[in-house]
């Protein structure tokens, strides 16, 4: 997956709106979840790493299962909800910490997983560590929510307050496409994975889904993305009330949400089947 250019402060900034990440962020789809436990074929007591694993959106669906987790997370706000909310499963492991820096064992895990995380991460760096740590024909899923073309209507409608309060942002109705940047996405991701001959060709699957929000909800999930948690404060309060007075007064207080999951599979060379020593 292509690094996320921005600023660490990007990165970290999710930390400052935990609670609201905790609360709005959304999860994925239970195919999706199902379609890596099948495609990984982890054993009943298996282990998985999940790097960024935020309030625990996509931890929760793996540690029901009873693998044994350890989740690495930057934000020790996030962590710290992360660990509140996996308390009924002992198995899970909570670490602050960067998967860069943290100092995992070779051969270790059945699966890696990165729930809207591994963007963030230099593919020179993340790549070739998740297949040190993953035994040989272990697992490795990484997964998005993006946001594809809404239909017209509040997300057309929106635009008008972005570009008063934010002008200097990219108006989304020029240039390429968003279905032309999630395509873009998919296929620099799975050449960047294939590219390291780490692992088997990556297996891509997309979930459409959608999610209702009432007014209060979709400004703190807002709250949550690193492009809004970024913005000056004055500019982020002016904005989130244009947003919450146009959900209320036009669109009788609930908007629906578009969404398109992305799942990235492939599974670890063996030694002998890579020549690696």
């Not at 294939?194 to 400004?219: R, S």
Request: aromatic share 10%; hydrophobic share 40%.
């Amino acid at each position: 997956m292509p690094i996320d250019q921005r600023p660490l402060t990007f990165r970290t900034s999710f930390d400052q709106a935990a609670h609201d990440y905790d609360i709005v962020r959304p999860s994925y789809p239970p195919a999706l979840i199902e379609d890596i436990v099948t495609f990984a074929a982890i054993p009943a007591n298996g282990r998985i790493l999940e790097v960024g694993c935020g309030t625990g959106q996509a931890t929760i669906p793996f540690a029901q299962r009873g693998y044994q987790m350890t989740c690495l997370d930057i934000g020790p706000a996030l962590a710290a909800l992360a660990m509140q909310n996996c308390r009924p499963y002992p198995n899970v492991q909570i670490h602050v910490s960067a998967f860069e820096d943290w100092p995992g064992k070779p051969n270790t895990f059945d699966l890696v997983i990165a729930a809207t995380a591994f963007h963030w991460i230099p593919p020179e760096i993340g790549y070739p560590k998740a297949a040190r740590l993953l035994k040989d024909a272990g697992a490795l899923a990484i997964f998005s929510n993006e946001h594809p073309t809404p239909d017209g209507g509040f997300f057309t409608d929106v635009q008008h307050i972005h570009r008063q309060v934010v002008p200097e942002w990219p108006d989304p109705t020029t240039g390429p496409t968003i279905e032309a940047q999630i395509e873009a996405q998919i296929a620099a991701t799975v050449a960047a994975i294939n590219a390291t001959h780490l692992f088997t060709p990556v297996t891509v699957k997309t979930y459409p889904w959608t999610q209702t929000y009432a007014a209060t909800a979709y400004v703190r999930l807002l709250n949550t993305y690193s492009n809004y948690r970024n913005l000056e404060a004055h500019k982020r309060t002016q904005l989130f009330q244009g947003i919450t007075e146009l959900i209320e007064n036009k669109y009788g207080g609930i908007i629906t949400k578009k969404y398109l999951a992305i799942l990235y599979l492939a599974k670890k060379r063996s030694r002998v089947s890579d020549g690696r020593a």
